[in-house]
């Protein structure tokens, strides 16, 4: 097994990231054992009563005689996600966001019924209870999952927990064999296989993220078409095909109280059938380091700067030994894992310009749009090098 250690530290050129605000936003546990919600953010609540009557009519044990709490998860820049409680019944509702959308992306249907072929197989994704399409009800399809509780790890630790550089190490290994677990699931087995077309997977990721951008351009950076020509010339061969979740880091995770396993995996929006490496890169695209570069640290700020936490090169030693899986070319999927998060923030900034969301956490999304843009395009620099 070859890693390319020259890509796995990179100096960075950059004189301003942005980043911070990214992972600020995402408001999930911030040291409490429990999610923190919020109330109802401004323009995106939503009719309460006929949601309260839709659940008593196709959900099994829901109270009828108890009035129904709304709160919402702050976390996150994409699907809105609600709290729903009566009395002591619990659930957590996903709808789509407000304003345009990509075509085929925030499909409500398919991401639950994914989960519900995937909760017997792989029992760390929450149970779906009900799909509803049936836009009358609120202004657009959603679905009502289980909630599932542990601990958010994120910027910091739960007060009361003895850090070491064991207890991270542990950590690690989890989050490491956790995506192995589910790399191993027969997706076929599971009736998954409408859920994606392995066949050409990751040239199809690579000439749709760049079609996303350019739907949703709003000003010229000129490094993009240099990074988009490098990921299209350098397509590497995909090692096997398994479910790939898409979005896989620590903070889309919940962990046991002791920390010492997964609890459960969040965020299935983007899940689909292709190639595994895909969802390596985007983990390790999250994984900050002690030693990384001080914008790396202050933009992505994580736990796994903690002593204790595994090198990358460590996690993908780990994962090829259990896998079995060539990971050689992982330098690429991790250039990848930046382009791709920077067409996100980007399809999300031309929601906020154009005035279809009024949420002001994204007002600076562009700059760091193209701060990403401009560290995809050193990556490339260092392996044409």
């Not at 760049?210 to 951008?213: A, L, Q």
């Not at 351009?217 to 078409?225: K, L, S, Y």
């Not at 490496?277 to 999250?286: A, N, S």
């Given at each position: 097994m070859?890693?390319?250690?020259?890509?796995l530290?990179?100096?960075?050129k950059?004189?301003?990231?942005?980043?911070?605000?990214i992972e600020?936003?995402?408001?999930?546990m911030s040291?409490t054992?429990?999610?923190?919600?919020?109330?109802v953010?401004?323009?995106?609540?939503?009719?309460?009563?006929?949601?309260?009557?839709?659940l008593?009519?196709?959900v099994?044990?829901?109270?009828a005689d108890l009035?129904?709490e709304?709160r919402q998860?702050p976390?996150?820049a994409?699907?809105?996600?609600y709290l729903i409680?009566?009395?002591?019944w619990?659930a957590?509702m996903?709808?789509p966001p407000?304003?345009?959308?990509?075509?085929?992306?925030h499909?409500?249907?398919?991401?639950?019924?994914?989960?519900?072929?995937?909760?017997?197989?792989?029992?760390?994704?929450?149970?779906?209870?009900?799909?509803?399409?049936d836009?009358s009800v609120?202004?657009a399809p959603f679905?009502?999952m289980?909630?599932?509780?542990?601990?958010?790890?994120d910027?910091?630790?739960?007060?009361?927990v003895?850090?070491?550089?064991?207890?991270?190490r542990?950590?690690?290994?989890a989050?490491?064999d956790t995506?192995?677990?589910?790399?191993?699931?027969?997706?076929r087995e599971?009736g998954?296989?409408e859920?994606g077309?392995?066949?050409?997977?990751l040239e199809?990721?690579v000439?749709?993220w760049?079609?996303?951008?350019e739907?949703v351009?709003?000003?010229?950076?000129?490094?993009?078409?240099r990074?988009s020509?490098?990921l299209?010339d350098?397509?590497?061969?995909?090692q096997?095909?398994?479910i790939?979740h898409n979005d896989?880091?620590?903070?889309?995770?919940?962990?046991?109280?002791?920390?010492?396993?997964?609890?459960?995996v969040l965020d299935?929006?983007?899940a689909?059938?292709?190639?595994p490496?895909?969802?390596?890169?985007?983990?390790?695209?999250?994984w900050?380091l002690a030693?990384d570069p001080?914008?790396?640290?202050r933009g992505l700020?994580?736990?796994t700067?903690?002593p204790?936490f595994?090198?990358?090169?460590?996690?993908?030693e780990?994962?090829?030994?259990k896998?079995?899986?060539?990971?050689?070319?992982?330098?690429y999927y991790?250039?990848?894992?930046?382009?791709k998060?920077?067409?996100?923030l980007q399809?999300i900034?031309y929601r906020w310009k154009?005035?279809?969301?009024?949420?002001?956490?994204?007002a600076?999304f562009?700059?760091m749009?193209?701060?990403?843009m401009?560290?995809?395009?050193?990556?490339?620099?260092?392996?044409s090098?």
């Open positions: 070859t890693i390319n250690r020259r890509y530290k990179v100096e960075w950059s004189s301003k990231l942005g980043f911070d605000e600020s936003t995402r408001g999930r040291g054992l429990l999610e923190e919600t919020i109330a953010r401004r323009g995106e609540d939503f009719d309460r009563e006929a949601v309260r009557r839709y008593l009519e196709h099994e044990g829901v109270p009035p129904m709304v998860f976390s996150g994409s699907n809105l996600t409680r009566i009395g002591d619990e957590v996903r709808r407000f304003g345009p959308l990509p075509p085929k992306a499909d409500m249907k398919r991401e639950s019924q994914l989960l519900m072929r995937l909760h017997p197989v792989f029992p760390l994704v929450p149970k779906p209870y009900v799909f509803c399409e836009e609120i202004g679905y009502v289980e909630r599932k509780k542990g601990v958010v790890l910027r910091q630790f739960p007060p009361g003895a850090v070491n550089e064991a207890v991270c542990q950590i690690s290994y989050v490491v995506l192995v677990q589910l790399h191993q699931v027969d997706y599971a998954l296989e859920f077309r392995p066949e050409g997977f199809r990721q000439r749709g760049i079609g996303r951008y739907r351009r709003t000003e010229e950076i000129p490094v993009v078409d990074v020509r490098w299209l350098h397509l590497p061969v995909s096997g095909t398994t790939v896989f880091k620590l903070n889309n995770m919940l962990m046991s109280q002791d920390l010492s396993q997964v609890v459960a299935w929006e983007m689909t059938i292709g190639d490496l895909f969802d390596l890169g985007v983990t390790l695209g999250y900050v030693d001080e914008l790396l640290k700020p994580t736990i700067t903690t204790g595994i090198r990358r090169e460590e996690f993908i780990r994962y090829a030994q896998t079995g899986r060539d990971v050689s070319n992982i330098d991790l250039t990848f894992a930046h382009f998060l920077a067409v996100v399809q900034y154009i005035g279809k969301t009024q949420d002001e956490r994204f600076s562009g700059e749009v193209r701060n990403l401009m560290y995809a395009a050193e990556l490339v620099e260092r392996q090098g």
